[in-house]
């Protein structure tokens, strides 16, 4: 009989664990929203850097469609909504041409269609190169799941294409060591990375492979020459890291593995992406000192674990930014962009939030008269001799339940109206 009491029981909590989860699911819903309180649509914003998106798939079950956090809440209130927590570049589609007769009561004239939004197989609920979705009705347990930065896509840890999860940059605790991660797919994209420092790759692990770089003899004479015999002036450091495990065709000669195609010193000993002002030539002035844009990969690429503030090291020579807009990812140059940035930023919205509700509050108080005050003041230190006087009186070996404290509301209320 005991036990059975025991299992039915409510769970114990404090009213401090309490609070502190309250305050911790509130804190995560506007890091997830960027602190968007959901009562505006977003279209008259154009395309966002990043905002909270849903799908609608009562609506548009083929998954070519997303909404705002507001739009969610008021027009889709009831649907089969799939949370894509946050995506870039996008303008709310609610009510346009996707949506047939269904019409945005936010914001109803909108364009027929959003042509720079783009959308994935998260739109239709399917996650990873497994295509299950989140949660995965058919699983066991819910595996946490890892989002590229370049595709957005969300993958298993099983599905990333690495021969063990021991690959994955961890700490004793199991908690990521990586700031960001790219998808093996996407890292075919970004084989540039490979020439950089080990200092952008978390826990300084380096993927495995090699790239071919085919360029003019002319261009290539004039990189190592100025790279090894030169001493550059620079504005604060000129960096060109060394390129390990790499193969340079120059009219049929080749430079072996390992040699590096740079020596340039580093004026500071730090990686900036400020560019060497002394010498004249494109390549020499990026801090590869390669045009990447001649670059392809040999072998296949495997994901990529980056660390804080990798996206700082990214070199913005001509060439680079031209390679980086032709491959469409010239969005990782934007401090905006990222993930931890877009928290940051909701972050300081929420506080800013608190802190006028706390004003708005103080501002009321003190609008009021004497009476009022002194009324407001005596009701809270009755609720807190109350309060006192309940917990004391309480049996400490029950745990209190929620019919419990309707009970002493109800009684707080009946006090006051006998003293009224």
């Given at each position: 009989?005991?036990?059975?009491?025991?299992?039915?029981?409510?769970?114990?909590?404090?009213?401090?664990?309490?609070?502190?989860?309250?305050?911790?699911?509130?804190?995560?819903?506007?890091?997830?929203?960027?602190?968007?309180?959901?009562?505006?649509?977003?279209?008259?914003?154009?395309?966002?850097?990043?905002?909270?998106?849903?799908?609608?798939?009562?609506?548009?079950?083929?998954?070519?469609?997303?909404?705002?956090?507001?739009?969610?809440?008021?027009?889709?209130?009831?649907?089969?909504?799939?949370?894509?927590?946050?995506?870039?570049?996008?303008?709310?589609?609610?009510?346009?041409?996707?949506?047939?007769?269904?019409y945005?009561?936010?914001?109803?004239?909108?364009?027929?269609?959003?042509?720079?939004?783009?959308?994935?197989?998260?739109?239709?609920?399917?996650?990873?190169?497994?295509?299950?979705?989140?949660?995965?009705?058919?699983?066991?347990?819910?595996?946490?799941?890892?989002?590229?930065?370049?595709?957005?896509?969300?993958?298993?840890?099983?599905?990333?294409?690495?021969?063990?999860?021991?690959?994955?940059?961890k700490?004793?605790?199991?908690?990521?060591?990586?700031?960001?991660?790219?998808?093996?797919?996407?890292?075919?994209?970004?084989?540039?990375l490979?020439?950089?420092?080990?200092?952008?790759?978390?826990?300084?692990?380096?993927?495995?492979?090699?790239?071919?770089?085919?360029?003019?003899?002319?261009?290539?004479?004039?990189?190592?020459?100025?790279?090894?015999?030169?001493?550059?002036?620079?504005?604060?450091?000129?960096?060109?890291?060394k390129?390990?495990?790499?193969?340079?065709?120059?009219?049929?000669?080749?430079?072996?593995d390992?040699?590096?195609?740079?020596?340039?010193?580093?004026?500071?000993?730090?990686?900036?992406?400020?560019?060497?002002?002394?010498?004249?030539?494109?390549?020499?002035?990026?801090?590869?000192?390669?045009n990447?844009?001649?670059?392809?990969?040999?072998?296949?690429?495997?994901p990529?674990?980056?660390?804080?503030?990798w996206?700082?090291?990214?070199?913005?020579?001509?060439?680079?930014?031209e390679?980086?807009?032709?491959?469409?990812?010239?969005?990782?140059?934007?401090?905006?962009?990222?993930?931890?940035?877009?928290?940051?930023?909701?972050?300081?919205?929420?506080?800013?939030?608190?802190?006028?509700?706390?004003?708005?509050?103080?501002?009321?108080?003190?609008?009021?008269?004497?009476?009022?005050?002194?009324?407001?003041?005596?009701?809270?230190?009755?609720?807190?001799?109350g309060?006192?006087?309940?917990?004391?009186?309480?049996?400490?070996?029950?745990?209190?339940?929620?019919?419990?404290?309707?009970?002493?509301?109800?009684d707080?209320?009946?006090?006051?109206?006998?003293?009224?």
């Open positions: 009989m005991d036990g059975t009491f025991d299992d039915e029981a409510e769970p114990a909590v404090t009213i401090r664990e309490y609070l502190e989860e309250v305050e911790e699911r509130e804190l995560e819903a506007d890091l997830v929203l960027g602190g968007d309180d959901g009562k505006e649509c977003t279209y008259s914003k154009g395309y966002m850097k990043r905002q909270a998106i849903f799908s609608c798939l009562t609506c548009t079950p083929d998954g070519n469609a997303g909404v705002c956090t507001a739009c969610s809440l008021s027009c889709h209130d009831g649907h089969q909504i799939v949370e894509l927590w946050t995506k870039r570049n996008f303008r709310c589609d609610c009510g346009n041409s996707k949506f047939g007769e269904f945005c009561k936010i914001f109803p004239n909108k364009d027929v269609e959003n042509v720079e939004n783009s959308y994935n197989h998260n739109f239709k609920g399917s996650y990873c190169t497994c295509g299950r979705p989140y949660p995965d009705p058919d699983a066991e347990e819910q595996v946490e799941m890892i989002q590229c930065c370049l595709c957005e896509d969300w993958f298993h840890e099983e599905h990333l294409g690495l021969e063990s999860s021991a690959e994955i940059p700490d004793d605790e199991g908690e990521p060591m990586y700031e960001e991660f790219i998808c093996k797919a996407c890292s075919e994209v970004c084989f540039f490979k020439l950089y420092p080990e200092e952008i790759w978390a826990a300084g692990k380096q993927p495995d492979a090699t790239v071919q770089i085919s360029k003019d003899k002319g261009v290539l004479e004039d990189i190592l020459s100025t790279c090894r015999s030169e001493k550059p002036t620079c504005d604060t450091s000129c960096c060109s890291p390129v390990d495990d790499v193969q340079a065709t120059v009219d049929s000669k080749s430079i072996s390992g040699k590096s195609l740079s020596q340039g010193e580093n004026c500071n000993g730090s990686m900036a992406s400020n560019q060497c002002t002394k010498s004249t030539d494109l390549h020499v002035n990026c801090l590869l000192s390669v990447i844009i001649t670059v392809s990969p040999v072998l296949p690429g495997k990529m674990f980056l660390s804080k503030n996206r700082l090291a990214l070199c913005k020579c001509n060439n680079c930014l390679f980086y807009e032709q491959k469409k990812i010239a969005f990782l140059l934007d401090k905006e962009d990222s993930i931890a940035e877009y928290e940051q930023m909701a972050k300081q919205k929420r506080e800013e939030k608190l802190q006028q509700q706390e004003g708005a509050e103080l501002s009321f108080f003190n609008k009021l008269g004497h009476v009022e005050k002194v009324e407001i003041l005596k009701g809270i230190e009755e609720m807190k001799d309060l006192r006087a309940f917990l004391e009186s309480a049996d400490s070996s029950k745990p209190i339940t929620a019919a419990d404290v309707h009970q002493f509301f109800d707080i209320k009946n006090k006051r109206r006998r003293v009224q």
